[in-house]
C-alpha cells in the first residue's frame, strides 16, 4: 500500500466491548427508587378519579421513600460501624508488635495510645451497632421497600393478581389499595413484636 493512501484513510472507531466490570460499575450508579419517575407512572394512570392518584402518592410512593431512605441510611452506618470494627480489629495487633519490636525507641509509647484507641473504636463500634440493630433494620426495610414497590408495579402493569380480562386500573383500584395497606399493616405489627421484647428486658 503506498504512504499516500494510507494517510487518506479515514480512521476506523473501533468499539470496544463492554466488560462484566464496566457494567457492573454502571448498574451501581443507578438507583432503587426513582421518585419522578413513579410519580410520572402514578400521574399517567387513569383512575377516574384524582383523589386516588393522590393517595397513591400519599399512601404508596410515601411508603416506598420511607423505607427505601431508612434502607439506605441504615445501610451506610452498618457498612460504616463495621468497616471501622474490621480496621481497627486488625490494627490492634500489629500496634502491638511494633510497640514490643521497640522500634522508634522512646516514642514506643505512641502504639500503646494507638492500640488503646483503636481497642476502644472495636468496642464502641461494635456497641452501637449490636445497641441500633442497623444491620436488621437495613435488611427489613429494604425487603419491605422492594415488597411495597413491586406490588406497585404489578398494578401499574396489570399483572399477577391484577390480570383480569377486561379490567381497567379504576376497577382493580380496590383490591390494590387493600393490598398497600395489608403491607403496611404487616411491617407495623412487625416493627412492635421486634420492638417488645426488648422492652420487657430492659
Known sequence: ?????FLDRKP???VMPITLEAKEAMTLKRILVDEE?????????????????????????????WWDSRATAARRKYLGLRSAVVI????????VGLRELNVWG????????ASIVASLVVAICAGL????GFGDIWRAKRAAAELIKIEGFRFFQL???YQQAGKSHADLYAR???KVEDIIAGEIKDYVIAVRPEEEGK
Open 1 to 5: 500500500m503506498a504512504c499516500h493512501e
Open 12 to 14: 476506523r472507531h473501533v
Open 37 to 65: 419517575e413513579l410519580r410520572t407512572l402514578i400521574d399517567g394512570l387513569d383512575l377516574k378519579d384524582k383523589k386516588k392518584n393522590e393517595y397513591l402518592k400519599a399512601r404508596w410512593l410515601n411508603y416506598v421513600l
Open 88 to 95: 481497627s480489629g486488625a490494627l490492634i495487633p500489629a500496634l
Open 106 to 113: 522512646s516514642l514506643a509509647w505512641l502504639f500503646s495510645i
Open 129 to 132: 451497632e449490636s445497641l441500633f
Open 159 to 161: 399483572a399477577g393478581d
Open 176 to 178: 390494590f389499595a387493600a
